[in-house]
């Protein structure tokens, strides 16, 4: 019997140990290959932006613990009823039809766990809505099938952005896995600034997300949505359209570049229009003519003398 026991220890302090490693190894996976999927990956993209971090604690610390109590309530009711009063443990059913205190149980606390989980839940909402004062705003246009991005305070015009060609990817030094999540064009923004992104569509509705930073507004011809992140690291994010819009849905992806404020002031160098040149004078115009400097004013002459008499 103790050999048995030994053996079950040794069973379960493997089973704790094996999911421990693959945790910790998810983990480092998930901080490795921040702002994309991560394969094996247990919980939502690591955080990147107040936003995400707030959904996060929702999904983790309030809708998992309450979810999971209620799971195995639900079930151990089952596996009493069903083993209490089967046809064999009880072969005589109850007469009665109702118990008061139960049905005002069963009422009562369900209102209360939604009133604590509304709680949290308009916290999370009023987060997304209160946006602090923003540095810089994007306005991101959905179409068949790519984003445009407009920078209206740089003065930086709407840049294109599609997929990247799948031949492209090694000739950018970039793994294959960011297929059809790379773009030949990303939105580039400053680190550690509130980014208010407008966003709109063309054609049909399309969704833009990402999930690192808890972004997933729609974006609605006609319409003019708003939502705002605050990226913390530097790095690259990856998302994609998030709602269904076309033949080539899945082919719309949504790259984030998020830099510091010397490169972003450079990229925007880069990106904004060449000074115009000056006109040149229309063929067999005269030249301008060159406006006369006033002379100074001459003396005055002497007043004239009387006339000299006349001789003889």
Not at 263 to 275: G, L, T
Request: proline share 10%; with cysteine; charged share 15%.
């Amino acid at each position: 019997m103790k050999a048995k026991v030994k053996r079950m220890r040794g069973v379960i302090t493997s089973l704790a140990a094996g999911v421990t490693t693959a945790m910790i190894g998810a983990g480092a996976r998930a901080e490795e290959l921040m702002g994309q999927p991560t394969p094996g990956g247990m919980g939502l993209q690591p955080a990147a932006s107040p936003l995400k971090h707030s959904a996060i604690f929702f999904h983790d610390a309030v809708l998992l613990p309450i979810i999971t109590v209620i799971s195995l309530f639900v079930l151990g009711l089952l596996i009493w009823v069903t083993v209490r009063y089967n046809k064999r443990a009880n072969p005589v059913p109850a007469k009665w039809s109702h118990n008061t205190a139960i049905e005002i149980a069963w009422t009562l606390v369900p209102v209360l766990i939604l009133v604590v989980i509304a709680v949290f839940s308009f916290r999370l909402l009023f987060q997304y809505n209160d946006m602090p004062k923003p540095d810089l705003t994007v306005k991101a246009t959905g179409y068949q099938w790519y984003w445009g991005y407009e920078y209206p305070d740089q003065k930086v015009a709407e840049i294109t952005s599609t997929m990247l060609p799948e031949d492209e990817l090694a000739a950018r030094g970039l793994p294959h896995s960011l297929y059809r999540l790379a773009a030949t064009e990303p939105m580039v923004v400053p680190v550690n600034k509130v980014v208010r992104v407008q966003i709109t569509a063309v054609d049909v509705i399309h969704s833009f997300a990402l999930p690192a930073f808890g972004l997933k507004t729609d974006a609605m011809p006609g319409r003019l949505n708003e939502t705002w992140f605050k990226a913390e690291k530097v790095g690259t994010y990856y998302g994609q359209c998030s709602e269904l819009c076309g033949v080539d849905h899945a082919f719309m992806p949504i790259e984030i570049k998020v830099v510091s404020q010397p490169e972003f002031d450079a990229w925007v160098a880069s990106k904004a229009p060449p000074p115009a040149p000056a006109e040149a004078p229309a063929e067999g115009a005269a030249p301008a003519a060159t406006p006369a400097l006033t002379p100074t004013a001459a003396p005055a002459a002497p007043a004239a003398g009387p006339a000299p008499a006349a001789k003889l």
